[in-house]
T-cell receptor, first 111, second 118 residues
Framework: GQQVMQIPQYQHVQEGEDFTTYCNSS?????IQWYKQRPGGHPVFLIQ?????EVKKQKRLTFQFGEAKKNSSLHITATQTTDVGTYFC???????????FGGGTRVLVKP | DTAVSQTPKYLVTQMGNDKSIKCEQN?????MYWYKQDSKKFLKIMFS???????INETVPNRFSPKSPDKAHLNLHINSLELGDSAVYFC?????????????????FGPGTRLLVL
């Protein structure tokens, strides 16, 4: 079955530094989504990427979809304490299919 | 106004009991889901309903039975609870929307039900 893997599982970041989390799918995806879950909270949709090589930005967050549509990355610049949480990527093989979530990257920010 | 709501928020119960979790969405979405998130934060889909019809049924024990009385509600009943059922259960809803970049199906999650089986 389809598998979506994320690395790293944990990311300890000094406040102000940049970091990247990676998402890899065992199959080609129709689209990929990113969600953020704050500690004690629920996953909240951040963005969807559809096109091969697509890059989207949301303030300090940059999302990229790989050329082969099998991997994606999330890059955060100048990390802030508000960035704390678990970031999930979720891939879909085709429109209407189930969303398969990666294991998440748990981000801890050191002030 | 809460978009996706779940009750109860916390549920502590003894092994062997039967319990239900309720979910309601006021977004007018066609599709609803149940996810299980374990202690390691892995988020796994359990069931999905579209307009009250079951469309996804992952490998879940028969003790778990979803019910959708209408497209705004999806409940989850669990029989003979086991220790391994302890987790956070999230309800979610979604709707296919056409956009410039194709169809987008954003999932909106409820606040979760934290189930602890003793």
């Amino acid at each position: 079955g389809q598998q979506v893997m994320q690395i790293p599982q944990y990311q300890h970041v000094q406040e102000g530094e940049d970091f990247t989390t990676y998402c890899n799918s065992s199959t080609t995806l129709s689209n990929i989504q990113w969600y953020k879950q704050r500690p004690g909270g629920h996953p909240v949709f951040l963005i969807q990427l559809v096109k091969s090589g697509e890059v989207k930005k949301q303030k300090r967050l940059t999302f990229q979809f790989g050329e082969a549509k099998k991997n994606s990355s999330l890059h955060i610049t100048a990390t802030q304490t508000t960035d704390v949480g678990t970031y999930f990527c979720a891939g879909r093989k085709a429109a209407g299919n189930k969303l398969t979530f990666g294991g998440g990257t748990r981000v801890l920010v050191k002030p | 106004d809460t978009a996706v709501s779940q009750t109860p928020k916390y549920l502590v119960t003894q092994m062997g009991n039967d319990k239900s979790i309720k979910c309601e969405q006021n977004l007018g979405h066609d599709t609803m889901y149940w996810y299980k998130q374990d202690s390691k934060k892995f988020l796994k889909i359990m069931f999905s309903y579209n307009n009250k019809e079951l469309i996804i049924n992952e490998t879940v024990p028969n003790r778990f039975s979803p019910k959708s009385p209408d497209k705004a509600h999806l409940n989850l009943h669990i029989n003979s609870l086991e220790l391994g059922d302890s987790a956070v259960y999230f309800c979610a809803s979604s709707h296919l929307l056409p956009g410039l970049a194709g169809l987008q199906e954003t999932q909106y999650f409820g606040p979760g039900t934290r189930l602890l089986v003793l």
